[in-house]
């Protein structure tokens, strides 16, 4: 989509950086009524990033048009657009914290990555994800009906009055048991075709290299979010945009 910059007198009006930024257009833009300071800090900023990046971008992850999260050669035509958001600890920021003491924040930058995603890896995230709390929850549902059952519930009573209590509990915990080991073996399944771990794709496990972390990670499995169309902007959303 072509975008329209009106504002000739913004500083980096036409350069790199206003293309790395790919804002929708200057009325929406993070450096407008910034002073020229700032707009020298924010140019230095994004340089840092541009380092941090492999030699030919990130582009290519979000414009090929088969999926780049499935494994070897079994990938599928690209259907969504998979995003989550990487952190890294560049550039160098300081916060004020507990009792007013200046230190180095943990992350100095956050860069959203969107993925060309197919049918098939969308459907093994969305599994993972939700299919174990799915579980999880209608076996506690299944213990409070049973309890809800006056023969049950006495039955349990005459023992000790506690027992519907710790049964209730038991079941849940057993539920919660059940959803982790279907959760395990839904990553070890899907893991032969699709890249459950984003930093298993090639270019970014060089970012990873590079320091780059998951914000949203979940016990080895990225955790992202789907849809039909890509990022309308945002750093380095630009497809076109070209590096160094």
């Known amino acids: 989509m072509a975008r329209l910059y009106t504002d000739t007198n913004c500083k980096l009006h036409g350069t790199k950086y206003c ?31 541009e380092g941090l990046l492999p030699e030919c971008g990130i582009g290519e992850l979000f414009t090929d048009e088969n999926c780049v999260l499935c494994k070897n050669e079994s990938s599928e035509p690209r259907k969504y657009y998979a995003f989550t958001d990487l952190g890294h600890a ?38 993972t994800e939700y299919l174990p709390i799915c579980v999880g929850l209608l076996v506690s549902a299944g213990a409070l009906i049973a309890l809800s059952f006056r023969t ?46 984003i930093f298993e794709i090639p270019k970014l496990k060089e970012m990873r290299r590079k320091g780059w972390f998951e914000l949203y990670e979940s016990r080895g499995v990225s955790k992202l979010i789907f849809s039909k169309n890509r990022l309308r902007q945002g750093l380095f959303t630009n497809h076109e945009f070209k590096m160094k």
């Open 90 to 127: 560049e550039p160098k920021l300081r916060q004020t914290g507990f009792l007013g003491i200046r230190r180095a924040a943990k992350m100095g930058s956050i860069l959203p990555v969107q993925l060309s995603c197919c049918k098939r890896c969308k459907n093994a995230f969305l599994l």
């Open 19 to 49: 293309a790395a930024l790919n804002m929708i257009n200057c009325g929406v833009c993070t450096v407008r009524d910034v002073v020229d300071k700032d707009v020298e800090s924010i140019m230095r900023d994004i340089d840092i990033i």
């Open 152 to 197: 049950i519930r006495e039955m349990l009573l005459a023992i000790t009055h506690a027992l519907p209590f710790l049964a209730f509990v038991f079941v849940t915990l057993a539920g919660i048991a059940l959803g982790l080991i279907l959760r395990k073996t839904l990553v070890k399944r899907f893991s032969q075709r699709t890249h459950m771990n």
